[in-house]
Structures are given as C-alpha cells and as structure tokens.
C-alpha cells in the first residue's frame, strides 16, 4: 500500500519560508517523479513543482518561480519543497504525489497517489 505523508506547513507572515517534506512508502520511490501542488478554497487542484527520478530535472509554475525549490532525497524516500518569499496568495493546502512514471508530470492526472494534505497560511 502506498503512503505519502507530508509534513512542515504552519501559518508565516510574508516574506517567511517554510520547507515542507512528504515521506513515501509502498512503493520503489527512485523509480517514479515526485510533485507538489496546492488547492486553495474554492479552487482548483494546482500544480506547484515537479522532480524527476533522478532529482536533475524539475519544473516549477510560473507563480512560485525563484521563490520554491524542490528536491529529493532517495535514500530517504523523501521529497522537499523549499518555499521562500511567501505570499499570501501561496495560502492553501499543498499536496505531494507520486507519479506514473519517472519523469517530471505538470498535471494532476499524472499522479496516481496523493498525501492526505498539509496547510500553508501566508499573513499579510
């Protein structure tokens, strides 16, 4: 059974960073990309940031672009997402999910596990 837990949200003033991890489980985790993505309320799924097998190759959405970093570490079945120059507009609930496959993934079909959620809140 695969889980994926994410932890590291909490509430922040703006300009703030947090780091958020998602640890998986059930599942060869080197084999398969890794991504984050936020769902604010009445919105959307969105997508955030995506990492490759490897960690060599990622994508960001426009939106957070020189201000979120994602990373991994395989050893540790772990992936990050280093959040820098918060917003309040980056307020939501941000998710991690493992892909179908080992390259990077933008979109949410992509993903075939997700975590149960971790909140963000951005103050002005």
């Known amino acids: 059974q695969v889980q994926l837990v994410e932890s590291g949200g909490g509430l922040v003033q703006a300009g703030g960073s947090l780091r958020l991890s998602c640890v998986a489980s059930g599942r060869t985790f080197i084999r398969y990309g890794m991504g984050w993505f936020r769902q604010a309320p009445g919105k959307e799924r969105e997508f955030v940031a995506s990492i490759n097998w490897s960690g060599r190759s990622t994508n960001y959405a426009d939106s957070v672009k020189g201000r979120f970093t994602i990373s991994r570490d395989n050893a540790k079945n772990t992936v990050y997402l280093q959040m820098n120059s918060l917003k309040p507009e980056d307020t939501a609930v941000y998710y991690c999910?493992?892909?179908?496959?080992?390259?990077?993934?933008?979109?949410?079909?992509?993903?075939?596990?997700w975590g149960q959620g971790t909140q963000v809140t951005v103050s002005s």
């Open positions: 999910g493992i892909a179908k496959q080992s390259e990077v993934v933008v979109s949410t079909v992509g993903y075939d596990y």
